[in-house]
């Protein structure tokens, strides 16, 4: 893509945003003053998140880290039959997401891995996700609800795992067969001045391509949210769920599970908890179904921008129904088991 070509799509992105804002803030009813608290800020902050994340990825990219981090999980890597960036980009989601996508993406767009390798690669990061997420997890859950807590992120982990075989071997008999040269790499790692001038090559290009397409996606979720798209949806998923065998106590706990983040679920669950109107079984498994429930939405609010940002908009889009498909499929079994084991 030219310079001219750039210049043109940024301007007409920027110039469809803006005026889509300026409908919502004229006609539409939303307050100037909830742009900057509700948009402009949260926007700032996935911006510098992309940009840092991307970066640190080019760099450990361009520094070939690739061979010294790969060997942590060779056994990952003979099993699946994936090749080097796929464990680089899997470690590094242990501390960020974005970096670990931005290395996937950067080696589909190298030529080093095939395109089912990236989709495998990327479905496979939710496992380092999680144990990133978990100390705040953790310290958030368990004062609620106490050693349920300790339960419900279990059976998380239990999906992760099943997950992550799942793919593995799916893997291991889609592509093909690869032994990976870690005791001898290939190429010497280069200078600091090598590894920087590489990385100034990239990054502006691929900080464009992502933000070109991320910032629109943000604003189009928030406009859909503040013309009530998510509550709408809220209110129909609760009236499916009324024919439902639960007890009406346990409703809350969903509902607050839809209509808030992490915190508002556990806080109702341990609400009912306290006060013994439902059993434990009971608030497990509608701590689950609620999780099954939100979760898409969760993935449309915080993770659909940078999705279709890091990846192309239709393999991000693609990526994100998948991930969130495989998440249901592997917590029924374990929602299925609280039901028939503990109700």
Not at 133 to 153: E, N, Q, R
Request: with cysteine.
């Amino acid at each position: 893509m030219t310079t001219g070509t750039r210049i043109f799509w940024g301007l007409a992105m920027a110039a469809l945003t803006a005026v889509a804002l300026l409908v919502a803030v004229c006609w539409g009813g939303v307050p100037v003053d909830r742009l900057a608290g509700r948009l402009l800020k949260p926007l700032l902050r996935l911006t510098i998140a992309v940009g840092v994340g991307l970066l640190l990825g080019i760099i450990i990219e361009s520094a070939n880290f690739t061979a010294g981090i790969g060997r942590v999980f060779a056994p990952l890597l003979r099993f699946g039959h994936l090749k080097e960036p796929s464990a680089l980009a899997f470690s590094t989601a242990f501390f960020s997401a974005v970096s670990a996508s931005a290395i996937l993406m950067n080696a589909y767009q190298d030529n080093a891995i095939s395109r089912r390798e990236l989709t495998i690669s990327a479905l496979i990061l939710t496992f380092p996700a999680f144990f990133a997420h978990l100390p705040s997890m953790f310290f958030i859950i368990t004062p609620f609800v106490g050693v349920l807590g300790v339960y419900y992120l279990l059976i998380l982990l239990g999906g992760d795992i099943l997950r992550t075989f799942g793919f593995l071997l799916y893997a291991r008999l889609s592509l093909p067969a690869y032994e990976p040269t870690l005791s001898a790499p290939d190429r010497e790692r280069p200078s600091w001045s090598q590894v920087w001038r590489e990385t100034q090559k990239k990054f502006v290009s691929r900080l464009y391509n992502i933000l070109v397409i991320t910032i629109p996606i943000f604003v189009l979720v928030f406009l859909a949210r503040e013309a009530g798209a998510f509550d709408w949806l809220r209110h129909h998923l609760t009236g499916l769920l009324k024919g439902m065998q639960l007890p009406v106590e346990a409703f809350s706990i969903l509902i607050f599970s839809l209509a808030a983040e992490t915190a508002g679920g556990f806080a109702a669950a341990g609400a009912l908890l306290e006060g013994q109107a439902l059993r434990p079984a009971v608030v497990l498994f509608t701590l689950v179904l609620g999780t099954i429930l939100s979760s898409p939405m969760r993935a449309v609010r915080h993770q659909l921008p940078y999705y279709l940002g890091i990846y192309t908009p239709a393999l991000g889009l693609k990526l994100l129904v998948l991930s969130q498909v495989f998440r249901v499929l592997s917590l029924l079994p374990f929602l299925l088991g609280i039901y028939y084991c503990g109700f």
